[in-house]
Nanobody, 125 residues
Framework: VQLQASGGGLVQTGGSLRLSCAAS????????MGWFRQPPGQEREFVAG?????????RYADSVMGRFTIARDRAKNTVYLQMNSLDPDDTAVYYC??????????????????WGQGTLVTVSS
């Protein structure tokens, strides 16, 4: 499995960015696709997740709820993270991930996930 993240960059407070994650190497039916981020000097944290099989099944961290939207395009095998109303606290390296999971969001085995390389998002004040 390969996950190729792109779309990071420098943006001003209040601006928007769209991250993309091109996934390849297998079919992703039954997978949860997610985005995590690691702010400078901090641990990696969950941002958003989506069921590949059911795009209406999504979950967000409280800190991004209402500002970020995760979506997937089956035809392009790509997962997106639309980020609006960006704040300097959103500055981080963003990683996409994929893990096989059937069940609730509290039991997603992120430790067993595939990870892509990160893409840096910097929000200036």
């Amino acid at each position: 499995v390969q996950l190729q993240a792109s779309g990071g960059g420098l943006v001003q407070t209040g601006g928007s960015l769209r991250l993309s994650c091109a996934a390849s190497g297998r079919t992703f039916s039954g997978y949860i696709m997610g985005w995590f981020r690691q702010p400078p000097g901090q641990e990696r944290e969950f941002v958003a997740g989506i069921s590949w099989s059911d795009s209406a099944n999504t979950r967000y961290a409280d800190s991004v709820m209402g500002r970020f939207t995760i979506a997937r395009d089956r035809a392009k095998n790509t997962v997106y993270l639309q980020m609006n109303s960006l704040d300097p606290d959103d500055t981080a390296v963003y990683y996409c991930t994929a893990v096989s999971h059937f069940g609730n969001w509290y039991q997603v085995p992120w430790d067993d996930a595939y990870w892509g390389q990160g893409t840096l998002v910097t929000v200036s004040s």
